[in-house]
Structures are given as structure tokens and as C-alpha cells.
């Protein structure tokens, strides 16, 4: 768009996404056009900018932040012999990457199966490079030969695996509820550094280890807090502004443990100028998933980065935020964090009272 006030942003982002799907980045080129090319979408002088940039600094990917056609994939491929994606492809990637249960990988592979599915055409082996994704994760090479009809009937089997897979884990879930151990589920945007969290807690003292936790998913770890209270943490994949809508589902998929959470942890990357924006983002992503009234912690991470300069700023912000300031990396302030989170978790209401009184 010639005028897009989100610009900015949006470069940001996608570099972002692609940094989280493990692509080195060399630059950028902005096309500001009213109605874009039918055939390349950027116009020739643009094409040759995008040549001469990929030449320079050896790149072989070239991802655009709107949706092509499959004839427009073709056509800049066979100009620029550079790898071409788009935004989606990028995500779904980053979605292959990431999806860890069984429950999560079926979901990326459904919308997959598909983004691919009306990009179809009988005959076309260009095929082969429209979909998976950077490393080639996806659908899987067997599969891009398979029609239209096989897809459709590989959707639907993996849909009823999902239902049945949904219906187990309602019984886990209920059998952990019985352990009677509070769940905490990390979110936040792209980045902000829930698995640095997540990992630096998981490495550190806090840790309990018991043979009771033995059977708990790679994502969850046992945690006990300053004063030996124990709970669960769970990771999550991070927020994404903009999704595509056959994309909401697979995210979903992985973000389903937030329903049975006790306490949703918000970890935001304080140190991105963005970051009010990305807080917005995810309470939006909250409200459509009906979670917003759940307990939340917010936690300001990355503190590390920031400048003496803005240690009064972010004290404040903290304050009108509730915010818990921490370095995830360095492991500063997590007796606090974890103090909060067992005020949060384990006090009772009468405690409450009696605090007031
Ligand atoms: P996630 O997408 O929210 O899971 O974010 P990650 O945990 O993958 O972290 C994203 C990037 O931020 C990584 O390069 C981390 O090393 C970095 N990071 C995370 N926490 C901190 C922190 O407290 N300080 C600094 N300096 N970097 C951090
Ligand atoms: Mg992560």
C-alpha cells in the first residue's frame, strides 16, 4: 500500500517471524505502488533491486509479506531464481517448527494440507517449491503428488484424530487437576523470551524434581517456588499480529493448555520500543479467545538491554502495569516473579482479608 501507517511495523515484524524460523535476514525492499504488478507484483525496477541485493550478499529466499498466487510464485522464482514465500508460509513454518504434541503437529499439517489445497494444479511441478516452508518441512515430498481428493480425505482423517486426541487429554488434564497442582502458562509476543523463562527456571534451583512429574510433556516443567510451594509452568508459542484465519486454528492448537491454567504469565519484551503495541496485540488475541478474565501477571523481560536512562521509566511502567521486571536470561528478579506467583496461586481469600485487616 502507498500509505501504510503500519509500515514500519510490519517490516519489523516479518523480520522478526523470519529471525523465529532461523532465516538470516540481509535487507529489505519496500515497494510503494498502488495496484501491484498482475505477473511479479513489484515492478522490473524493483525485481532488479531484489536481484542485485541477493546477489551481493549470497541470499536464496525471498519471503513477501502479502499472499501470492501460485503463478506468481512461479514467475518471480523463474526471474530472480531465488526461493519465493509468502507470509503465511513463513508462519506455517515457524508453526512446523514449533508444534511439539502430537495435537499441535496435526493442526499445522491440517492447514498445510490447506493453504495447499487451492493452490493445486493438475501437472504443475513447480509445485514442489510452493510449499513446506524454508527447510522443507510440510506436507512432505510424497504427498505434493498426491490430488486434490487424497488431500481432502488426509484433512478429514486428521480431524478425527484430533477429536479423539482433544478427548484424552480432557481425561489428563482432569487426572493433573486431581494432583491438585496450580498451572501457570507463559504467553506473549513473538520473541518476548517465554522460553529463555521457561528454560532459566526449568535449569535453576527452583526446579522439583519428583518421580510424580516424570510423565509431564516437554513444555511443562514442575516448579517450587521461594517458600516450596509447587507448581506447573507451561510454554507456549508466542502471540502473531495478523494472522491468517486458517492459520487461528493450528496457533489454537498449541495454545489450548491456557484454558486449564491457573495464572497466565505475559511476558513482554520490554526493551522492544514496540512493546505497547505487542501488549495491545495480545490482550486483542486474549479477548478473542475468551481469556481475559483469567488471572494474568504480566513480567517486563529483557531488562538487561535497557539503559540506566530508562530504569525510572520502566519502574513506573511496572507500577501502572503490575508488572514484575525481570532478566529471563540472566535470571535477575525471579525470586520476586516467583514470590507473585505463589501470592497469586496459593493464597487463600481469607488470607486476603486478614492481610487488609
Ligand atoms: P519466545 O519467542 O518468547 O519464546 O522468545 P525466546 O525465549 O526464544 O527469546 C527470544 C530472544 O530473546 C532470544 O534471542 C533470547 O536469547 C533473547 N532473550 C530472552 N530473554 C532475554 C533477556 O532477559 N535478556 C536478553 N538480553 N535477551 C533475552
Ligand atoms: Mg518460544
Redesign the pocket.
Known amino acids: 500500500e502507498p500509505n501504510d501507517p503500519y509500515l514500519e511495523e510490519r517490516i519489523f515484524e516479518l523480520r522478526e517471524l523470519a529471525r523465529?524460523a532461523g532465516v538470516t535476514v540481509v535487507g529489505e525492499i519496500v515497494q510503494k505502488k498502488p495496484s501491484p504488478d498482475p505477473r511479479y507484483v513489484i515492478g522490473k525496477g524493483k525485481l532488479l533491486e531484489v536481484m542485485v541485493l541477493a546477489l551481493r550478499n549470497r541470499a536464496n529466499l525471498l519471503i513477501f509479506d502479502r499472499e501470492l498466487t501460485p503463478s506468481q510464485v512461479r514467475a518471480i522464482t523463474e526471474s530472480t531464481d531465488l526461493r519465493v514465500i509468502d507470509r503465511t508460509q513463513l508462519i506455517l513454518d515457524i508453526f512446523a517448527q514449533r508444534a511439539k504434541s502430537k495435537e499441535g503437529k496435526i493442526q499445522v499439517e491440517i492447514a498445510q494440507l490447506k493453504y495447499t489445497l487451492p493452490r493445486l494444479r493438475a501437472k504443475d511441478d513447480a509445485f514442489s517449491r510452493l510449499t513446506g516452508g524454508i527447510g522443507g518441512r510440510g506436507p512432505g515430498e510424497t504427498k505434493l503428488e498426491i490430488d486434490k481428493r487424497r488431500i481432502k480425505d488426509r484433512i478429514a482423517k486428521l480431524e478425527r484424530e484430533l477429536e479423539k486426541i482433544s478427548q484424552e487429554r480432557d481425561i489428563k488434564r482432569k487426572r493433573r487437576k486431581k494432583l491438585a497442582f496450580k498451572t501457570v502458562a507463559l504467553i506473549?509476543?513473538?520473541?518476548?523470551?517465554?522460553?529463555?523463562?521457561f528454560n532459566t527456571l526449568a535449569k535453576s534451583q527452583y526446579l522439583a524434581e519428583d518421580k510424580l512429574f516424570a510423565t509431564l510433556d516437554p513444555v511443562t516443567k514442575a516448579i517450587r517456588t521461594p517458600n516450596n510451594q509447587v507448581f506447573l509452568i507451561t510454554?507456549t508459542v508466542?502471540f502473531i499480529r495478523n494472522l491468517p484465519e486458517d492459520l487461528k486454528k493450528a496457533f489454537r492448537a498449541t495454545l489450548e493448555e491456557l484454558y486449564s491454567a491457573d495464572l497466565l504469565l505475559h511476558?513482554v519484551?520490554i526493551?522492544n520500543p514496540d512493546f505497547e503495541s505487542q501488549i495491545e496485540t495480545v490482550n486483542q488475541i486474549l479477548e478473542e479467545m475468551e481469556l481475559l478474565h483469567y488471572p494474568l501477571l504480566m513480567v517486563f523481560?529483557?531488562?538487561?538491554?535497557l539503559p540506566p536512562s530508562e530504569f525510572q521509566l520502566i519502574k513506573a511502567l511496572s507500577h501502572r502495569y503490575k508488572a514484575i521486571p525481570?532478566?529471563?536470561?540472566?535470571g535477575d528478579n525471579l525470586d520476586l516473579l516467583l514470590t507473585k506467583i505463589e501470592e497469586i496461586l496459593f493464597k487463600t481469600p481469607l488470607e486476603y482479608l486478614t492481610d487488609k485487616v
Open positions: 523465529t506473549g509476543y513473538t520473541n518476548a523470551g517465554k522460553t529463555t523463562l510454554d508466542g511476558i519484551d526493551s523481560n529483557k531488562i538487561d538491554l525481570v532478566s529471563a536470561k540472566r
